[in-house]
């Protein structure tokens, strides 16, 4: 059983997926042949855990060594990096047709207001769809390749703005949410 997901650049690679116009390859010497022709093995053997020469050993089918968690690493880079025009026509579809971005997620949120920052103990179930504005940051930033703490906070006040403060009076419309533990997230468009 595949652990939950807890990574949002991971959880939109795995929701662009399913707008591919064709598969990836399935075994990881093949995937490996495709990533090293997008990059060079001193870089991706930092993202991989591993040293280049045993990349372009694996790339030519001498898989020993190859770890299941070095298999699953390989499996999120061909994920990350599969059909780039195909991910951006899709995401400008969605956002020039209305479409939503409806992000789940289970998890702790910490509330800041005027008054000061409160932390919620309890683990909520969440299924939201984020504003325009904020999924078109949420997919820009992807585009960008942003770290998944930037991913976090533009998801956090996409959250906040549509299911947490939406019933807020204006003069409390300054609080700000941020994800304190998250478990688990998926996004669907």
Known sequence: MPLPNTSIAHALDL????????????????????????????????????????????AEGDLDGLTPAQATLIEREIYRTWQPEVRRRAHQQILDHGGCVTAQLHARFAY?????????PRLLNVIEDLPALHARHLFDARHRDAADDELRRIL??????????????????????TISDLHLIHFHY
């Open 15 to 58: 929701a662009d997926a399913r707008h591919w116009t064709r598969q990836p390859p399935k075994r990881p010497a093949t995937r490996l042949r495709h990533l090293l022709r997008q990059t060079t093995p001193s870089a991706l053997a930092l993202r991989l855990f591993a040293y280049p020469h045993t990349l372009t050993r694996w």
């Open 156 to 177: 956090a006040d996409g959250i906040g703005e549509a299911y947490f403060f939406c019933a807020l009076p204006p003069d409390q419309q300054q609080a700000a949410l």
């Open 112 to 120: 800041t207001t005027r008054s000061g920052e409160f932390h919620d």
